[in-house]
């Protein structure tokens, strides 16, 4: 179940398309799901465009490198 959800929210996640996402595939969703494993360079966060953090109405960035927003309800 938590499966599908991450893969519905991947859906709208544009971490992809982000300047700081650490790439080879790394599997996004981390206001929802937690933090990257991978190395983080921060080079801008482009969350507050998302439609996942609007509809939560998220407030924070870099969920990749510090993991879930405190609202998530997952
Ligand atoms: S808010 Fe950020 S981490 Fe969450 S789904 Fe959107 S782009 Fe991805
Ligand atoms: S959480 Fe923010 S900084 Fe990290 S990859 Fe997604 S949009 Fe970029």
Do not use: A, Q
Request: aromatic share 14%.
């Amino acid at each position: 179940m938590r499966k599908i959800l991450r893969f519905f929210i991947s859906l709208f996640c544009i971490c992809k398309k982000c300047p700081s996402y650490p790439g080879k595939k790394d599997p996004v969703t981390y206001c929802e799901f937690g933090k990257s494993g991978m190395e983080i360079k921060k080079k801008g966060c482009i969350c507050s465009r998302c439609f996942v953090w609007k509809v939560n109405r998220f407030s924070n960035h870099y969920y990749c490198e510090t993991g879930k927003d405190p609202k998530s309800k997952i």
